[in-house]
């Protein structure tokens, strides 16, 4: 076990300056919970699994935190319990966040659809599924074994270390389902490259029961697109220390402000941790 402290990097600057990455397999997950003691767990900050070493040495002097061998033969040969709660990624693209619904029986995978139309392949492909047009429907539905659960899934690269691969979140959120259409929007019309945020927030909500609870969830932020020229401030500390770096900042948030994401979600500077 090692303990890692926060390391300051810099962005990249353009689309340009992104490394390729030869392996489009992801080098590691982001994940919310664990299991302990045989009960699932949820968590405040963010638990990266990977079988690379180098992964889990250089995500754990990001992030902080504290890298662990796990006694497993998959992929998840270690794990990093990160101090972060909130992350800057790179999406490339619009294709790199999707959303599919899934609803398992026993002889297996009984519905795969993107909510409008089958995406399974027992011939079904491309035929209309039959799930109800509203997210709001499909969640009762799914809520009540009657329907598909929802799955997101988002690739992405670390903002500050691009160059080490692609992570993988995914997650059965149906709020992150409903706001990620907006991010694809988004990406899809500057058709670049962007950051955003990837968080693990705490929301409260009442249950069925109308009990008031407390649950984290993930949410997607749409940061700006990574574009050649981005007046791009020197932020690297968790405030903006200058004032040139604050004015360059809001700049940047005025020329992307039709970019935002989902309604009532204000960008938020960049940071170094
Ligand atoms: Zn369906």
Request: aromatic residues 6%; hydrophobic residues 40%.
């Amino acid at each position: 076990m090692t303990n890692r402290q926060p390391r300051r990097l810099h962005l990249p600057r353009s689309p340009d300056a992104l490394p390729a990455l030869p392996d489009p397999a992801p080098v590691g997950r982001f994940r919310s919970g664990r299991m302990a003691d045989a009960l699932p767990e949820a968590l405040k900050s963010w638990r990266i699994t990977t079988p690379h070493t180098m992964v889990a040495d250089s995500t754990a002097q990001l992030l902080g935190g504290t890298v662990h061998s796990l006694a497993s033969s998959g992929d998840d040969v270690f794990e990093v319990l990160t101090d972060a709660a909130e992350v800057d990624i790179v999406v490339d693209a619009p294709s790199a966040i999707t959303t599919e619904l899934k609803l398992w029986g026993r002889q297996g995978l009984a519905h795969h659809c993107d909510g409008s139309v089958f995406l399974s392949t027992d011939g079904r492909a491309g035929s209309p599924c039959g799930c109800p047009a509203s997210h709001a429907e499909r969640r009762a539905m799914a809520r009540v074994g009657q329907g598909p659960q929802v799955y997101t899934a988002t690739r992405f690269r670390l903002a500050m270390l691009p160059g080490i691969g692609s992570f993988l979140h995914e997650s059965l959120s149906w709020e992150l389902a409903e706001e990620v259409s907006d991010i694809r929007d988004a990406l899809g019309r500057t058709g670049l490259p962007a950051y955003l945020r990837l968080k693990l927030a705490c929301t409260k909500f009442s249950n069925s029961a109308g009990v008031r609870v407390a649950r984290q969830r993930p949410i997607l932020e749409f940061v700006a697109p990574i574009a050649t020229g981005w007046p791009r401030p020197r932020i690297n500390t968790g405030h903006l220390g200058s004032e040139a770096a604050r004015t360059a900042w809001r700049a940047v948030v005025r020329a992307f402000q039709h970019l935002r994401g989902p309604a009532g979600v204000r960008p938020v500077p960049i940071v170094c941790r």
